[in-house]
């Protein structure tokens, strides 16, 4: 179980007070699972991966999924358990002797010479073998990999309302362009630089539109204008 938002919460407030609060990783955090780190602090949380964390001498991003609240008292338990190395068993070497017995008359025993047609296995004394739990190093858990974050996604924004054009930008989900005016030149070079000719029929379409609504409007005007000029001729 990973954290919670009153979990978030709490270690904004930790944070806040100018502490960094331990966390334990779960089994969602891969091979450091079990183990346990600092919060340095918490990013936007609209990012999966918001909560950041010092595990040794990295700074690492995870998602809530990833890191939950130690349970009262169980960093110390842990800490008080201690692994005591079991020591392998001394045996002395089984097997016949390295050298012949040797009688009065300078002569070997018959019944303790080492065979010479044997093989090296029968003249080497025999090693002890130790059992599984004996002298076992257990392997140290490997440090997680940081992962590879991907740069959030950049969008460039033409858009058509109220009869303006505007560009905006937004990188991810956060907005670092707020859309501004463009000519509607400018919105057709635009796409005419995408190589796209749909999306530049669409952008065209909409500008000849306005362009003849413009024109419209202005030839309404000139006929205003001439009835107003016409009526002040007749009253000079």
Not at 56 to 79: N, Y
């Amino acid at each position: 179980m990973g954290l919670s938002t009153s979990d978030v919460a709490g270690l904004a407030e930790t944070l806040a007070a100018g502490k960094h609060p331990k966390v334990v990783f779960t089994e969602a955090a891969g091979q450091i699972a079990g183990r346990t780190g600092k919060v340095v602090r918490l990013e936007d949380p609209r990012v999966d991966d918001f909560v950041v964390v010092r595990f040794g001498h990295d700074e690492l991003p995870f998602s809530p999924a990833e890191v939950r609240v130690p349970a009262r008292g169980e960093l110390s338990r842990k800490s008080a358990v201690k692994s005591v190395p079991v020591e392998p068993e001394n045996r002395p070497p089984a097997g016949p002797p390295l050298l012949d017995e040797v009688d009065n008359g300078g002569r070997t025993s018959g019944s303790h010479r080492v065979k010479e047609s044997g093989s090296m296995e029968d003249a080497q004394p025999a090693v002890p073998q130790q059992s599984a739990g004996e002298g076992a190093v257990a392997p140290a858990p490997r440090k997680k990999t940081a992962k590879a974050k991907q740069a959030p996604e950049l969008s460039v924004t033409l858009s058509w309302k109220d009869g303006e054009w505007s560009v905006g930008a937004s990188k991810g989900t956060k907005v670092i362009a707020k859309p501004v005016p463009v000519k509607a030149a400018t919105a057709v070079e635009m796409v005419q630089s995408l190589d796209s000719p749909a999306v530049a029929a669409v952008v065209e379409e909409i500008v000849e539109q306005q362009r003849q609504e413009t024109a419209d409007e202005a030839e309404r005007l000139r006929q205003q204008l001439a009835a107003v000029e016409a009526r002040l001729a007749e009253l000079s």
